[in-house]
């Protein structure tokens, strides 16, 4: 069975800083790219930081360039999103999601749709 287990969200200050895991199992995880996506309240998903199978490809939204990092240890299992000098309007419900992903494609999905597993999310809130 697939899972994907995010934690490591919370409440923060603005100008704090919070570090995600996803926790995946029931899959060659070193076969698969890792989505991190979020959702406020009245709003879409989307797209936040992305990587490839291998670490190689990096994909990470213009609103949290330079502040969010994403990394993976596939001895791990795990893929984790670093997140500096976090914003009210950085709050939200951040899910984690997986995709089967050949490491040599020059292509990364980066889109919620192309993403076919799901975790069920971890709360982070920014208090200003």
């Known amino acids: 069975e697939v899972q994907l287990v995010e934690s490591g969200g919370g409440l923060v200050q603005a100008g704090g800083s919070l570090r995600l895991s996803c926790a995946a199992s029931?899959?060659?995880?070193?076969?698969?790219?890792i989505g991190w996506f979020r959702q406020a309240p009245g709003k879409e998903r989307e797209g936040v930081s992305c990587i490839g199978s291998s670490g190689g490809r990096i994909y990470n939204a213009d609103f949290v360039k330079g502040r969010f990092t994403i990394s993976r240890d596939n001895a791990k299992n795990t893929v984790y999103l670093q997140m500096n000098s976090l914003k009210p309007e950085d709050t939200a419900v951040y899910y984690c999601?997986?995709?089967?992903?050949?490491?040599?494609?020059?292509?990364?999905?980066?889109?919620?749709?192309?993403?076919?597993?799901w975790g069920q999310g971890t709360q982070v809130t920014v208090s200003s």
């Open positions: 029931g899959f060659t995880f070193d076969e698969y790219a």
């Open positions: 999601a997986a995709v089967r992903h050949y490491s040599g494609s020059a292509y990364l999905p980066t889109r919620r749709y192309e993403y076919e597993y």
